[in-house]
């Protein structure tokens, strides 16, 4: 979902959203995740200009910036892996409250990073991971429904 209505996005969907996010597993069930909730429209402008597939964010009412905790981490080789889970469970409470929404990878292209970081000051601890834009869909579409692969699946070995 890469296009939105202006529609606002009400605080109490917003946090149902997160509470979502915040349900993901995580390795040592560390939770080393921050998020920055951006519905300035200045702000979505700018943060849509921090990675070249960025451009829906300046789309959206309402965009998430899903961040990496480093004084959280207990187990710091698997935060991306956490944040992955996070940032999907973010896409299905989203898709839940009946809006849309468009993961934009951030990390570990350093220079994403950066901008990130620069544009709203972040401490080092603070890693951005991931950008999802949301809001309520222009269009209505399916879920693609072509991508189930039963080749793909393999039994007791490959």
Known sequence: MRDFTDEKIEKGVTEYV???????????????????????????????????YAGPVSKAPLAV???????????????????????????LGATSAGLGAVWIGIAPIRDRMNAITDMFDLDENLLPFAIV?????????????DRFDPSRIHYNGY
Not at 21 to 40: G, I, R, T, Y
């Open 18 to 52: 997160l509470k979502a996010a915040m349900n993901a597993p995580s390795a040592m069930n560390q939770q080393a995740w921050e998020f920055l909730v951006v519905d300035d429209q200045n702000m979505l402008s700018e943060l849509a200009k921090v990675s070249p």
């Open 65 to 91: 910036v899903v961040l990496g905790n480093r004084d959280r981490m207990k187990v710091a080789q698997m935060w991306e892996q956490d944040l992955g889970a996070c940032t999907e469970n973010l896409l």
């Open 133 to 145: 834009a949301m809001g309520h869909p222009k269009e209505r579409t399916e879920p693609h429904q």
